[in-house]
């Protein structure tokens, strides 16, 4: 009998507290989009490759050494350009070194705030679609 994969065991060995969580939507929407060979606007990306400038900013940012962590409470100019974005959109005015924060997607948001803010026993209030994993 062949050995599992290795991804296998990640699974085998979720926490407690997470076994009751399947699969993301944005899996299960990746997955029809394989299936039926759309286009993938699921998690905001298209499957295709992103704009030239993007790419070569990438690449840039690499060659001048921006390679390591971000200081754990943000990049100053991403940080700024958040909190200038925000206020074009809604009017308000921000403060870009202690009320933005910029994660890697929603999910590590979401995990981020209740891992920081939350403890065994307090009570929360969860809004749908969130009560569909409960």
């Given amino acids: 009998m062949a050995e599992p994969p290795w991804y296998a065991f990640v699974y ?3 926490a407690k507290r997470l076994e009751k969580f399947k699969t993301t939507i944005f899996t299960q929407m990746s997955s029809l989009a394989i299936k039926h060979g759309a286009i993938n606007l699921g ?8 704009p030239e400038f993007v ?4 690449i840039q940012g690499i060659k001048d050494g921006k390679n ?12 700024l350009a958040v909190a200038d974005r925000f206020k074009k959109d809604t009017g308000l005015v921000v ?9 890697s997607g ?11 803010l939350i403890n065994s026993g307090d009570e929360v209030i969860l809004f749908a679609p969130l009560l569909r994993f409960l």
């Fill in 12 to 14: 085998m060995n979720v």
């Fill in 43 to 50: 998690q905001g990306f298209p499957n295709f490759d992103g």
């Fill in 55 to 58: 790419k070569e900013a990438a």
């Fill in 68 to 79: 390591q962590y971000a200081r754990g409470y943000g990049v100053p100019d991403l940080n």
């Fill in 95 to 103: 403060d870009p070194e202690k009320e933005v924060t910029v994660t």
């Fill in 106 to 116: 929603c999910t590590e948001a979401i995990a981020a705030t209740m891992l920081g």
